[in-house]
């Protein structure tokens, strides 16, 4: 039996824990509430935020592939055939490029 699981939310690979809980004290200390430790704040997002993750600085997918690629699932069937035409396409572009560029670097 396949387990169900939540598509996963890649957050930019220049954000980290310590970048968004700097975002968090800042507003926190604009509006004048109390806020918890990194640690605390570390604790409950890896508790009750596991489907949110950083993309790695090494990832070389575009835009147009991460939002295909992570997001495929939560596409209705309607959209489901245009956008499967639309990245297979994107796709052949890239290859056709990467063989372009490889030929001029080898020769």
């Known amino acids: 039996m396949k387990k169900d699981t939540k598509p996963f939310i890649f957050l930019p690979a220049h954000e980290t824990y310590t970048s968004i809980y700097n975002s968090y004290i800042n507003s926190a200390e604009e509006i004048s509430e109390v806020s918890v430790s990194f640690t605390t704040f570390w604790r409950i997002w890896n508790a009750y935020l596991p489907d949110i993750k950083f993309l790695t600085p090494r990832s070389d997918l575009c835009d147009f592939c991460k939002e295909c690629r992570f997001n ?20 052949m572009w890239a290859t056709k490029e990467r063989e372009y560029y490889r030929y001029f670097i080898i020769h």
């Not at 309607?78 to 990245?87: L, P, Q, S, V, Y």
């Open 72 to 91: 495929a699932k939560n596409w209705t069937d309607e959209e489901k055939d245009n956008k499967i035409i639309k990245w297979n396409n994107h796709i």
